[in-house]
């Protein structure tokens, strides 16, 4: 027979999930209070020592004071990163195809091309 029953294994895991999940909140309130760009310094600095030197006091408070803003703030800051990421690729692919072909069509109409370059350049820009 075991010495550890089928129950204890249960709770102990119970346990275990728990405190993962409260590791988690916490973590996720002192991240979302350096986030947060209505607080000043002091008023960062006061929530964090609350958090950490009474846990589930602070964390509470948090969450009653300014929890309906967080979900806010993250969105605000996942969109940002999403449009820096997207105007990071937009530069580094360079112009689009009917950018390059604009260009031509102007130095065509300029005069500075022929119209074989024009038709040359055409067809390099159309089978990139």
Not at 79 to 103: N, P, S, V, W
Request: net charge positive.
């Amino acid at each position: 027979m075991s010495a550890y029953p089928l129950l204890n294994v249960f709770l102990t895991m119970l346990w275990f999930f728990l405190w993962v999940l409260w590791i988690f909140l916490v973590c996720s309130v002192i991240f979302d209070i350096f986030r947060s760009r209505d607080l000043g310094g002091w008023a960062k600095a006061g929530w964090t020592i609350f958090v950490i030197v009474l846990p589930l006091l602070g964390v509470l408070s948090y969450l009653v004071a300014r929890g309906d803003k967080m979900y806010a703030r993250q969105a605000r800051d996942v969109q940002a990163r999403d449009e820096q990421a997207r105007a990071f690729i937009k530069d580094a692919a360079g112009a689009g195809t009917a950018d390059e072909l604009a260009k031509l069509v102007e130095l065509k109409q300029r005069g500075a091309i022929s119209e074989a370059e024009f038709e040359r350049g055409k067809t390099k820009v159309l089978a990139a």
